[in-house]
Every structure is written in structure tokens, then in C-alpha cells.
């Protein structure tokens, strides 16, 4: 998995800058100075702070959840294997039953 060892952290902290960097960029500047231009920037504005809010909450969450992603997904393996072990030895999954 991508996402998980030691390339997880060079990820994320690429992630993170990249996100640091792309911020300022969304900030919408008015078109012209007539209320309509200000009006639509403003909402521009707005969508990109909701934007960038979870984009942000998402990196929180996923550099969390990385820490727990490894072990998780160690044990579904050996939980994997072991399965296949019984079902090779029944031939199918109607065998099990």
C-alpha cells in the first residue's frame, strides 16, 4: 500500500505543503469594482474556505488514520491467509457449508 510506511510520511508532508502553497492562490479578486463583481468574488471566496476546510480536516484525518492503517491492514491480511488456507482445503465456498 501506497499510503502506509515510510513513503506515508513523505506523502503527507508533500501534501500538506502543497496544500500551504495552494491556499493563498484561491482567494477570488473582484472582476471589476461594480457590486455584481464584488458579490461573486465574495461568494468565491467562500466556497474556497469551505473548500479548503475539509480538504485540511481531510489531511488531518488521513495523517491520523495512517498511524492505525498499517496494523489494520496486517491483520486483515493474516486474516486473509488463514482463510484461504481453509478454503483451498474445502475447494470452494459451498464446501464450507
Same mark, same amino acid.
Given at each position: 500500500?501506497?499510503? #502506509?510506511?515510510?513513503?506515508?510520511?513523505?506523502?503527507?508532508?508533500?501534501?500538506?505543503?502543497?496544500?500551504? #502553497?495552494?491556499?493563498?492562490?484561491?482567494?477570488?479578486? @473582484?472582476?471589476?469594482? *461594480?457590486?455584481?463583481? &464584488?458579490?461573486?468574488?465574495?461568494?468565491?471566496?467562500?466556497?474556497?474556505?469551505?473548500?479548503? &476546510?475539509?480538504?485540511?480536516?481531510?489531511?488531518? &484525518?488521513?495523517? *491520523?488514520?495512517?498511524?492505525?492503517?498499517? @496494523?489494520?491492514?496486517?491483520?486483515? #491480511? *493474516?486474516?486473509?491467509?488463514?482463510?484461504?488456507? #481453509?478454503?483451498?482445503?474445502?475447494?470452494?465456498?459451498?464446501?464450507?457449508?
Amino acid at each position: 500500500m501506497r499510503s #502506509t510506511g515510510a513513503s506515508y510520511a513523505v506523502d503527507q508532508a508533500a501534501f500538506e505543503a502543497a496544500l500551504s #502553497t495552494a491556499a493563498p492562490g484561491t482567494i477570488s479578486m @473582484p472582476a471589476a469594482l *461594480d457590486p455584481v463583481s &464584488k458579490m461573486a468574488a465574495a461568494r468565491f471566496n467562500t466556497y474556497a474556505g469551505d473548500l479548503l &476546510k475539509e480538504v485540511g480536516d481531510g489531511c488531518l &484525518k488521513r495523517r *491520523d488514520g495512517g498511524e492505525v492503517l498499517a @496494523p489494520v491492514a496486517t491483520a486483515y #491480511t *493474516d486474516s486473509d491467509i488463514a482463510g484461504g488456507g #481453509t478454503l483451498s482445503a474445502y475447494g470452494s465456498v459451498a464446501g464450507l457449508r
